[in-house]
């Protein structure tokens, strides 16, 4: 009858109220979203140069206001912090869900990665100065840094990776035991490939999380501007991210071209973080296709 269909009945005025919410919802994100890049975009892009990308900065000399130290610190805590945790969180994913029985103690990890995954990064930080700087006397040191944030990421490693990796089809493991492959075998051969793309979101997630703090890294990894002088070398030394360079600029800015230099810096932070996301996202589609 088209009464009773489901096309022939009218639609109600609460589902068009819920639908208009939804959009308008939608379009206030996407507004405000895009709102705030293009502010720090149109204020930051005309005050990036080469000279502001390659040179190293100082508080004293007017001509040396560039970000290169900033820029290497920043990358030797993304590639050291995720060298750091994700092999670790891959790798309790992978017991949590295909190896560890599944009982209190695995419903206690979880709960406790989600409650890790909610608490403030300065209690991080000050756990990281405390045991890291203090204890273990590195004193506020990138390395400091790096320990610090890979437990502040490894909550957003672990959960992601899980809910990837219990995506996997469970017909895709009985065939290959089926076909007489080993746990192991199947594990890496077949349900990690699977999941690697969602291996690659935590990994992604995580990226961002490094690259946009501060209040963990203010605590430990310090504020020191110098070039680096070596690898081995600057790891054991202080160092500031964009993300601190901003905040520190920011906050003691007394002249506008300082607020210049601020702007700048977060441009450059966004063209960043635009590009680690781009590369990673690349390299998850060849995965996918392979």
Same mark, same amino acid.
């Given at each position: 009858?088209?009464?009773?269909?489901?096309?022939?009945?009218?639609?109600?005025?609460?589902?068009?109220?819920?639908?208009?919410?939804?959009?308008?919802?939608?379009?206030?994100?996407?507004?405000?979203?895009?709102?705030?890049?293009?502010?720090?975009?149109?204020?930051?892009?005309?005050?990036i140069s080469w000279?502001?990308?390659?040179?190293?900065?100082?508080?004293?000399?007017?001509?040396?206001?560039? &970000?290169?130290?900033?820029?290497?610190?920043?990358?030797? &805590?993304?590639?050291?912090?995720?060298?750091?945790?994700?092999?670790?969180?891959?790798?309790?994913?992978?017991?949590?869900?295909?190896?560890?029985?599944?009982?209190?103690?695995?419903?206690?990890?979880?709960?406790?990665?989600?409650?890790?995954?909610?608490?403030?990064?300065?209690?991080? @930080?000050?756990?990281?100065?405390?045991?890291?700087?203090?204890?273990?006397?590195?004193?506020?040191?990138?390395?400091?840094?790096?320990?610090?944030?890979?437990?502040? &990421?490894?909550?957003?490693?672990?959960?992601?990776?899980?809910?990837?990796?219990?995506?996997?089809?469970?017909?895709?493991?009985?065939?290959?035991?089926?076909?007489?492959?080993?746990?192991?075998?199947?594990?890496?051969? &077949?349900?990690?490939?699977?999941?690697?793309? @969602?291996?690659?979101?935590?990994?992604?997630?995580?990226?961002?999380?490094?690259?946009?703090?501060?209040?963990?890294?203010?605590?430990?990894?310090?504020?020191?501007?110098?070039?680096?002088? @070596?690898?081995?070398?600057?790891?054991?030394?202080?160092?500031?991210?964009?993300?601190?360079?901003?905040?520190?600029?920011?906050?003691?800015?007394?002249?506008?071209?300082?607020?210049h230099i601020a702007f700048a810096?977060?441009?450059?932070?966004?063209?960043?973080?635009?590009?680690?996301?781009?590369?990673?996202?690349?390299?998850?589609?060849?995965?996918?296709?392979?």
């Amino acid at each position: 009858m088209p009464g009773n269909s489901l096309y022939g009945k009218r639609k109600r005025p609460a589902d068009a109220a819920l639908k208009f919410l939804i959009n308008a919802a939608a379009a206030l994100t996407v507004t405000a979203l895009v709102g705030i890049l293009l502010y720090i975009l149109v204020n930051g892009v005309p005050y990036i140069s080469w000279t502001f990308l390659s040179t190293a900065y100082s508080e004293t000399d007017e001509n040396l206001k560039g &970000i290169l130290p900033m820029i290497i610190n920043t990358m030797y &805590i993304v590639v050291i912090t995720l060298l750091i945790s994700a092999p670790i969180g891959i790798s309790t994913a992978i017991y949590l869900t295909q190896y560890a029985k599944q009982g209190r103690l695995v419903k206690a990890i979880r709960f406790t990665t989600e409650v890790l995954s909610g608490i403030p990064s300065i209690l991080f @930080g000050l756990f990281g100065y405390t045991v890291f700087c203090i204890l273990f006397r590195l004193q506020t040191s990138i390395l400091a840094g790096c320990l610090t944030m890979s437990i502040t &990421i490894l909550p957003t490693i672990i959960r992601t990776t899980e809910e990837s990796l219990l995506s996997v089809p469970e017909a895709y493991k009985e065939g290959a035991m089926a076909l007489g492959a080993g746990k192991l075998r199947v594990v890496m051969g &077949i349900v990690l490939p699977c999941a690697m793309p @969602g291996v690659l979101t935590a990994v992604i997630l995580a990226m961002g999380r490094i690259v946009g703090e501060s209040a963990a890294l203010l605590f430990t990894s310090g504020l020191s501007y110098n070039m680096p002088r @070596g690898f081995f070398r600057q790891i054991f030394a202080s160092g500031r991210t964009l993300t601190l360079h901003l905040y520190q600029t920011a906050r003691e800015a007394s002249s506008p071209d300082a607020m210049h230099i601020a702007f700048a810096t977060a441009a450059v932070l966004l063209i960043l973080v635009f590009l680690l996301n781009r590369i990673a996202g690349l390299f998850s589609r060849a995965l996918r296709k392979g």
